[in-house]
């Protein structure tokens, strides 16, 4: 009976755990096996099932067998219930996308789940499981199966150990991060798993007790990853990165050694059978072999992963676009003509087709041409024009001409005034249906209001309520409609593809059309990262190839998920996703803004300057340059300008674009709620609808000097309002130099390796422009 009364009080445990979870999480996203209300769906494949009929049945085998075998301690059992919940996962994952990389990556985004789950149901086994008999076993080979897993590591290696969490001097075990860092994490997992197994085969025998070994090693090495991450990544700077970057690195540890843990386990089982029958000549031999191998490794394993994706794209990218039309080349945005250039501007909502709470207080104010005069008169020279799915396509497979017809013109009045335009499929909340009467929401959760995005006839929900935990962008209807999209449930996320396709080819000849970003802040469905790295990755890749098949070859802005604007960091897309090279990473830069440390009042998970470095850092993984579609929203406390300046500087520090949000605001827009005034830069006035003053103070930041166009590549840029200095270096000779300068005083300006220099007034300031050649400078000042 007492062999059978562990494994049950463990299996029992968990059953409880796992439903009192899913009765008490209102959103069906934190809890091991949530639900969100929405009907079960037997006609769809495996991913409405994976949680219950695959993560459940292993979650439930893994437990058992882990209390009969590691079942004596209280330690070895938690890092069996963790292996237990991750292996889970990992299964779930794969039969989704069946992708092994992927999924065995995805294994570790349940590690905030898996090791308090593993607490909580060790402790009541140990408590009600009965007395114990601890002995403690011979070890056998430890240093064998350690270097055999460090060997095989970087040719498994997969997704993991990628992202903005591994700043350079990191060292993980990846061909694409170089020999020297490759072969420092493999010393560490060597090491680490050396250790546990010496400490784990002790007490738990068989494979199971290698494979717990690797799991334990993975966390410590990303316990050591953490630390000397602190270290190369700047330390404690105003946020807690260095805790989420220990964090993330343990994950990835502990998914790795999850899924590569076998390894361990079955080279120490069969090492020990062979040195029992050998003679200790034997295992100075097996241990000599697996150095070999692991040095092998090192030497002459092919660059593999992401680095080998690179090539590919460089050997299969398009064909390069005509003259004039913007480009992505390495890290940076350019014209074609030698000059970089540099998008800043603002985001028009104007055409957006948002909920309208009350029919008296329109959702969106009227878009006209003066609209793009006054944003040149600013300085800007670019519009991230928000559109709405479901009011270009309200009937499937149609455009609808008059909002066509919309767009065209404005782009025309933004031609018309020196502006692009970044054509952007905007949604927020999936659609703009809101709550419906009689919908019940579970304890936890509020009705809601409509957004934006997609048509009805693409909104699949299944039933869930249209009800949001702490905001629009957690709802178990918005949720379930995503996770149709991603898994292209009736073709609707082939539809949007094919829509993409149709509209690229409208402005496939248009110079003044920067790009085209494919869809705002992706929501994370119920499956993240499966969702918001995979699939997300995989609608990215369709829709740019129908844009490509329509002739269009401007750039395409591709944007991680929602997490990244809530969060300040995220993993997606997956790195590989695309061949295509003519694409911009475009993240929303909202750190110490709408993010949500700032609303559980905690200290920034990252911070406003840090955002910069880990957008360019995942941004480079693309071979991408980096322009961030959105930032600002900081409210309306007395530190709005502050961190505006701080954006501005950090903005000027990496010579980057980017547009604010939001030009202009209705009163009835339902992300401004309907209140005195409409909160944009340009503001509306609620009792009159006319305008109200505008935000000239931030406007002064927004509009200050920058080289909108110069020629090779910006190596220095400093500005504060027409204050400017700027330095850059240009291989040939070119004359796309142009300066914008803010206010009614001429500048003075003061030039090195720069000829040909004029000073034009234009509305709202001066345009200073120029032929560089070599290394140039320019500083102004009045």
Same mark, same amino acid.
């Given at each position: 009976?007492?062999?059978?009364?562990? !494994?049950?009080?463990?299996?029992?445990?968990?059953?409880?755990?796992?439903?009192?979870?899913?009765? $008490?999480?209102?959103?069906?996203?934190?809890?091991?096996?949530?639900? %969100?209300?929405?009907?079960?769906?037997?006609?769809?494949?495996?991913?409405?099932?994976?949680?219950?009929?695959?993560?459940?049945?292993?979650?439930?085998?893994?437990?058992?067998?882990?209390?009969?075998?590691?079942?004596?301690?209280?330690?070895?059992?938690?890092?069996?219930?963790?292996?237990?919940?991750?292996?889970?996962?990992?299964?779930?994952?794969?039969?989704?996308?069946?992708?092994?990389?992927?999924?065995?990556?995805?294994?570790?985004?349940?590690?905030?789940? @898996?090791?308090?789950?593993?607490?909580?149901?060790?402790?009541?086994?140990?408590?009600?499981?009965?007395?114990?008999?601890?002995?403690?076993?011979?070890?056998?080979?430890?240093?064998?199966?350690?270097?055999?897993?460090?060997?095989?590591?970087?040719? *498994? &290696?997969?997704?993991?150990?990628?992202?903005?969490?591994?700043?350079?001097?990191?060292?993980?075990?990846?061909?694409?991060?170089?020999?020297?860092?490759?072969?420092?994490?493999?010393?560490? *997992?060597?090491?680490?798993?050396?250790?546990?197994?010496?400490?784990?085969?002790?007490?738990?025998?068989?494979?199971?007790?290698?494979?717990?070994?690797?799991?334990?090693?993975?966390?410590?090495?990303?316990?050591?990853?953490?630390?000397?991450?602190?270290?190369?990544?700047?330390?404690?700077?105003?946020?807690?990165?260095?805790?989420?970057?220990?964090?993330?690195?343990?994950?990835?540890?502990?998914?790795?050694?999850?899924?590569?843990?076998?390894?361990?386990?079955?080279?120490?089982?069969?090492?020990?059978?062979?040195?029992?029958?050998?003679?200790?000549?034997?295992?100075?031999?097996?241990?000599?072999?697996?150095?070999?191998?692991?040095?092998?490794?090192?030497?002459?394993?092919?660059?593999?992963? *992401?680095?080998?994706?690179?090539?590919?794209?460089?050997?299969?990218?398009?064909?390069?676009?005509?003259?004039?039309?913007?480009?992505?080349?390495?890290?940076?945005?350019?014209?074609?003509?030698?000059?970089?250039?540099?998008?800043?501007?603002?985001?028009?909502?104007?055409?957006?087709?948002?909920?309208? $709470?009350?029919?008296?207080?329109?959702?969106?104010?009227?878009?006209?041409?003066?609209?793009?005069?006054?944003?040149?008169?600013?300085?800007?020279?670019?519009?991230?024009?928000?559109? %709405?799915?479901?009011?270009?396509?309200?009937?499937?497979? =149609?455009?609808?001409?008059?909002?066509?017809?919309?767009?065209?013109?404005?782009?025309?009045?933004?031609?018309?005034?020196?502006?692009?335009?970044?054509?952007?499929?905007?949604?927020?909340?999936?659609?703009?249906?809101?709550?419906?009467?009689?919908?019940?929401?579970?304890?936890?959760?509020?009705?809601?209001?409509?957004?934006?995005?997609?048509?009805?006839?693409?909104?699949?929900?299944?039933?869930?309520?249209?009800?949001?935990?702490?905001?629009?962008?957690?709802?178990? @209807?918005?949720?379930?409609?995503?996770?149709?999209?991603?898994?292209?449930?009736?073709?609707?996320?082939?539809?949007?593809?094919?829509?993409?396709?149709?509209?690229?080819?409208?402005?496939?000849?248009?110079?003044?059309?920067?790009?085209?970003?494919?869809?705002?802040?992706?929501?994370?469905?119920?499956? @993240?990262?499966? =969702?918001? %790295?995979?699939?997300?990755?995989?609608?990215?890749?369709?829709?740019? &190839?129908?844009?490509?098949?329509?002739?269009?070859?401007?750039?395409?802005?591709?944007?991680?998920?929602?997490?990244?604007?809530?969060?300040?960091?995220?993993?997606?897309?997956?790195?590989?996703?695309?061949?295509?090279?003519?694409?911009?990473?475009?993240?929303?830069?909202?750190?110490?803004?709408?993010?949500?440390?700032?609303?559980?009042?905690?200290?920034?998970?990252?911070?406003?300057?840090?955002?910069?470095?880990?957008?360019?850092?995942?941004?480079?993984?693309?071979?991408?340059?980096?322009?961030?579609?959105?930032?600002?929203?900081?409210?309306?406390?007395?530190?709005?300008?502050?961190?505006?300046?701080?954006? @501005?500087?950090?903005?000027?520090?990496?010579?980057?674009?980017?547009?604010?949000?939001?030009?202009?605001?209705?009163?009835?827009? !339902?992300?401004?709620?309907?209140?005195?005034?409409?909160?944009?830069?340009?503001?509306?006035?609620?009792?009159?609808?006319?305008?109200?003053?505008?935000?000239?103070?931030?406007?002064?930041?927004?509009?200050?000097?920058?080289?909108?166009?110069?020629?090779?590549?910006?190596?220095?840029?400093?500005?504060?309002?027409?204050?400017?200095?700027?330095?850059?270096?240009?291989?040939?000779?070119?004359?796309?130099?142009?300066?914008?300068?803010?206010?009614? $005083?001429?500048?003075?300006?003061?030039?090195?390796?720069?000829?040909?220099?004029?000073?034009?007034?234009?509305?709202?300031?001066?345009?200073?422009?120029?032929? $560089?050649?070599?290394?140039?400078?320019?500083?102004?000042?009045?």
């Amino acid at each position: 009976m007492k062999s059978v009364r562990r !494994p049950a009080v463990a299996l029992t445990s968990m059953f409880i755990l796992v439903l009192i979870q899913a009765i $008490a999480d209102p959103t069906g996203l934190l809890a091991l096996v949530g639900w %969100s209300g929405a009907e079960l769906r037997f006609d769809l494949g495996m991913w409405p099932l994976a949680p219950y009929v695959v993560f459940v049945p292993v979650l439930f085998a893994v437990t058992w067998w882990v209390a009969v075998r590691a079942g004596e301690r209280f330690w070895t059992l938690t890092a069996g219930l963790v292996l237990a919940v991750l292996l889970a996962q990992g299964a779930a994952c794969f039969v989704m996308t069946w992708d092994l990389a992927s999924a065995g990556w995805a294994a570790g985004f349940v590690a905030a789940k @898996a090791v308090p789950a593993a607490l909580i149901v060790a402790a009541f086994t140990r408590w009600l499981g009965g007395p114990t008999t601890r002995t403690l076993l011979t070890p056998g080979s430890i240093w064998a199966p350690a270097i055999l897993l460090a060997a095989v590591t970087p040719f *498994i &290696a997969g997704l993991w150990w990628t992202g903005a969490a591994y700043a350079p001097g990191i060292p993980v075990a990846r061909p694409d991060r170089g020999i020297v860092s490759m072969l420092i994490a493999m010393i560490l *997992i060597a090491g680490a798993t050396a250790l546990c197994l010496r400490w784990m085969r002790s007490r738990v025998r068989g494979v199971l007790g290698g494979w717990l070994a690797a799991v334990v090693a993975g966390g410590v090495v990303g316990l050591m990853q953490g630390i000397i991450g602190l270290t190369v990544d700047g330390g404690f700077t105003g946020d807690i990165w260095p805790l989420m970057v220990t964090y993330v690195a343990v994950a990835d540890g502990l998914a790795f050694g999850a899924c590569a843990g076998w390894i361990v386990g079955l080279g120490a089982v069969v090492a020990d059978r062979l040195l029992a029958e050998r003679s200790i000549r034997t295992r100075q031999l097996a241990t000599a072999a697996a150095v070999v191998l692991a040095l092998g490794a090192a030497i002459g394993i092919p660059s593999t992963g *992401i680095a080998s994706a690179a090539s590919t794209d460089a050997a299969g990218s398009e064909t390069t676009p005509p003259a004039g039309i913007l480009r992505a080349e390495g890290s940076i945005i350019t014209d074609g003509n030698g000059n970089q250039v540099l998008l800043r501007g603002v985001n028009v909502n104007q055409l957006v087709d948002f909920y309208q $709470a009350r029919l008296d207080v329109p959702a969106t104010r009227p878009l006209t041409e003066q609209d793009f005069a006054d944003m040149a008169a600013q300085g800007f020279t670019v519009a991230r024009l928000n559109l %709405s799915w479901s009011a270009l396509e309200p009937e499937r497979g =149609t455009l609808d001409p008059e909002y066509l017809g919309k767009i065209t013109d404005a782009v025309d009045w933004a031609k018309q005034h020196g502006i692009y335009t970044v054509l952007d499929m905007h949604q927020d909340g999936w659609w703009n249906g809101p709550w419906e009467e009689g919908t019940t929401c579970r304890p936890g959760t509020d009705p809601m209001w409509g957004y934006d995005g997609a048509p009805e006839w693409a909104t699949i929900t299944d039933g869930a309520p249209r009800c949001q935990f702490t905001g629009r962008d957690i709802s178990p @209807a918005g949720n379930r409609a995503f996770q149709h999209f991603y898994f292209d449930t009736d073709g609707i996320q082939t539809a949007l593809a094919e829509t993409w396709g149709k509209l690229a080819a409208q402005f496939s000849d248009e110079k003044m059309v920067a790009g085209f970003d494919l869809l705002n802040e992706p929501g994370f469905g119920e499956t @993240a990262p499966v =969702t918001t %790295s995979v699939q997300l990755g995989r609608f990215y890749d369709q829709a740019i &190839a129908e844009i490509r098949a329509a002739g269009a070859p401007q750039i395409v802005f591709v944007e991680p998920s929602i997490l990244w604007s809530g969060l300040g960091f995220d993993a997606g897309p997956t790195p590989g996703f695309t061949n295509d090279r003519n694409i911009a990473f475009s993240p929303h830069m909202y750190a110490e803004s709408i993010t949500m440390d700032r609303d559980l009042g905690i200290p920034p998970i990252v911070g406003l300057e840090r955002q910069f470095t880990l957008a360019q850092r995942v941004a480079e993984e693309h071979g991408a340059p980096l322009w961030s579609g959105e930032y600002g929203y900081w409210g309306e406390d007395a530190d709005v300008l502050a961190r505006l300046n701080r954006y @501005a500087v950090a903005e000027d520090t990496h010579r980057l674009g980017s547009a604010y949000w939001v030009w202009k605001q209705a009163c009835g827009d !339902p992300q401004n709620g309907i209140g005195p005034v409409g909160n944009a830069l340009m503001m509306q006035d609620c009792a009159t609808g006319g305008d109200a003053p505008p935000k000239t103070d931030l406007l002064k930041i927004l509009s200050r000097a920058y080289p909108q166009t110069a020629p090779g590549v910006l190596t220095e840029l400093a500005a504060h309002e027409a204050d400017l200095t700027l330095a850059g270096t240009t291989k040939e000779r070119g004359c796309g130099l142009t300066v914008w300068i803010p206010g009614e $005083a001429q500048p003075v300006v003061d030039t090195e390796g720069i000829t040909n220099v004029e000073t034009v007034a234009v509305p709202g300031g001066w345009n200073v422009t120029g032929c $560089a050649d070599g290394d140039y400078t320019l500083t102004t000042g009045e």
